[in-house]
């Protein structure tokens, strides 16, 4: 055997003839919970050759957020400084309008239909084109939302930068529709949700003609496809826009079928404890001896929610267990959590609520809440609620 020390360092490479050019398993998905796209654009992320530490060896082949970060920010970079502007909104929309969008593909080959924006936002970066194109858009993307909060017709201009007059060809071009669920609460993940060719109906003027400097203003009307709102699929596509000036353009945009208000957000929720590190549920009158010393060392009870969807708030208020009944003394310390992800959600007790004033010692319960997404916080009906079994503090 060579010596690791001192032998030649080869990289080795084996072609992919399934899944390259394609998003990676575990690329992030868009829209957010309020259905804007985010994140916007895809970028080379899986098996990047890089930097690496020097003491590790300089140069590594990873894959990750970590690899398709900086690419976009050095992407980024390059556009600012050939165009001369670091402006968000400008770059945003260059980004997101020259990218190309890509077939999607599960794992065995492309199949014959645009992924989805949910996937891949307005496709894969193109440096080149974005930093040289002489058309500018004033969005990078158009959301139509959920079926309770319908935007029928939204708008955007497109800006000529360039020194003659074009007339720009619009159209529209259907991406695969997902299925957020199928048989649970829970969202099906890729690969092994469902995806359809079931497409939005966009409405949009053939031909938009553009002087030098000037704006022209495109106003695009959706009909959603007729589709299963309970399973709560998300539609999306492209307006394509091509130019006499050789610029071809398209603007992604998404909807979904259904109601997000009435998506059941929090799976369950339970007492536990911080002496199991699995957090495992607790049964029966737990008992709890509290410390109001800081630098002391003790067990606290647990609240534990469970997300099956994501919330905008996410809040543990502590119930009183009374002879004649429960009081509801309000939110714990270190409670809400605002705009959950779709995770496990520990909050642990040392006896303080949310103003930092301790609790007297005694019997008490969680109740444990999660905000509908579109849901108003001073309704009761808008929350999932569930309440622990009870515990006992005291104080040492």
Not at 12 to 41: C, H, R
Not at 63 to 71: E, I
Not at 211 to 227: A, E, F, N, Y
Request: charged share 15%.
């Amino acid at each position: 055997m060579s010596d690791p020390e001192t032998a030649p360092v080869t990289l080795s490479t084996s072609a992919n003839t399934l899944t390259g050019g394609a998003a990676s398993t575990f690329t992030t998905w868009n829209p957010t919970y309020e259905m804007d796209v985010k994140p916007q654009i895809a970028s080379p992320g899986g098996n990047i050759l890089s930097t690496w530490p020097q003491p590790l060896g300089s140069y590594a082949v990873i894959s990750g957020t970590s690899m398709a970060c900086p690419l976009v920010a050095g992407i980024y970079a390059l556009i600012a400084d050939v165009r001369g502007t670091f402006d968000p909104a400008t770059l945003e929309a260059l980004i997101a309008s020259t990218a190309k969008p890509r077939l999607y593909n599960e794992g065995a080959g492309n199949a014959n239909v645009f992924a989805s924006v949910a996937q891949v936002g307005a496709g894969l970066v193109q440096a080149y084109d974005a930093a040289y194109a002489t058309t500018l858009l004033s969005k990078s993307y158009l959301a139509f939302n959920d079926t309770d909060h319908l935007e029928r017709t939204l708008s955007f201009t497109i800006k000529n930068l360039g020194k003659n007059t074009v007339t720009y060809t619009l159209g529209s071009v259907g991406a695969a529709t997902a299925y957020t669920f199928s048989d649970s609460i829970y969202p099906d993940l890729f690969p092994g949700l469902e995806v359809s060719d079931e497409y939005a109906t966009i409405s949009v003027p053939k031909q938009v003609k553009v002087s030098p400097g000037g704006t022209g203003i495109v106003t695009v009307r959706v009909t959603p496809p007729k589709i299963d709102g309970d399973r709560l699929p998300v539609y999306s596509g492209y307006i394509t826009i091509n130019g006499t000036n050789g610029e071809n353009l398209s603007l992604p945009y998404n909807g979904a079928v259904g109601s997000l208000y009435s998506t059941q957000v929090l799976d369950t929720g339970y007492l536990s404890t911080s002496a199991d590190p699995e957090l495992n549920p607790l049964t029966g009158n737990a008992t709890f001896v509290l410390s109001k010393d800081p630098t002391a060392a003790f067990d606290v009870p647990v609240a534990v929610a469970l997300l099956a969807f994501g919330s905008p708030s996410v809040s543990v208020k502590l119930i009183q267990v009374q002879k004649r009944g429960t009081k509801n003394l309000g939110d714990i310390l270190d409670s809400p959590y605002t705009y959950a992800s779709r995770d496990p959600y520990p909050i642990g007790f040392d006896g303080r609520l949310a103003d930092g004033s301790y609790v007297p010692a005694g019997t008490y319960m969680f109740s444990i809440e999660a905000l509908h997404i579109f849901g108003k916080a001073n309704k009761k009906n808008d929350w999932d609620v569930v309440v622990s079994g009870p515990f006992t503090i005291s104080y040492k």
